[in-house]
T-cell receptor, first 118, second 113 residues
């Protein structure tokens, strides 16, 4: 079974600065998908960014980018020019690329609570 | 386009009672996933439904069950409620296998007293 670990329970960043959230995962599979989700106080999980394991190029979505290191099984999220609205819980998630009954659900880490200081 | 809707928003039940939580997926999404988010435990996978069938379930006792209706909406039932069932229950939907991620609802906060 795959596991996802987020080693930073809480982090803080000054407004307009850059912060990096860490995520590592354990899998024996070679093809998979990785995601970062944001959960603000409204509780709704919002997809921030997605990475396909077979693509070497790191995904980027506006101020959000990832550093995907497949050999190290690391998938960190960088938030540039942090804004007050970025304050939330951030979850890293893994999904197998293989079909089968146990493959389609996302496996989540325990999350990192990000605070943005004005 | 309407998002994933869950009802009720909050639910308070007494230990031993049954709770029913409902989820309507995004139009066109055939898969529905249920997750439990208890304090400090992250999101734990509960159930996955696709095309009306239960496809997989997580490591939860049988008193957690559900179903998916022909219109792809879903219901999660929790029988014989225990205090530790108190959590946020999140529903998500996807088209196909969800390789582009899921769309989540805002959850149902279940409190067992």
């Amino acid at each position: 079974a795959q596991t996802v670990t987020q080693s930073q329970p809480e982090m803080s960043v000054q407004e307009a600065e850059t912060v990096t959230l860490s995520c590592t995962y354990d899998t024996s599979e070679s093809d998979y998908y990785l995601f970062w989700y944001k959960q603000p106080p409204s509780r709704q999980m919002i997809l921030v960014i997605r990475q396909e394991a077979y693509k070497q190029q790191n995904a980027t979505e506006n101020r959000f980018s990832v550093n995907f290191q497949k050999a190290a099984k690391s998938f960190s999220l960088k938030i540039s020019d942090s804004q007050l609205g970025d304050a939330a819980m951030y979850f890293c998630a893994y999904r197998s690329a293989y079909s089968g009954a146990g493959s389609y659900q996302l496996t989540f880490g325990k999350g990192t609570k990000l605070s943005v200081i004005p | 386009e309407a998002g994933v809707t869950q009802s009720p928003t909050h639910l308070i039940k007494t230990r031993g009672q049954q709770a029913t939580l409902r989820c309507s997926p995004i139009s066109g999404h055939t898969s529905v996933y249920w997750y439990q988010q208890a304090l400090g435990l992250g999101l734990q996978f509960l159930l996955w439904y696709d095309e009306g069938e239960e496809r997989n379930r997580g490591n939860f006792p049988p008193r957690f069950s559900g179903r998916q209706f022909p219109n792809y909406s879903s219901e999660l039932n929790v029988n014989a409620l225990e205090l530790e069932d108190s959590a946020l229950y999140l529903c998500a939907s996807s088209f196909g296998g969800g390789t582009y991620g899921y769309t989540f609802g805002s959850g149902t906060r279940l409190t067992v007293v």
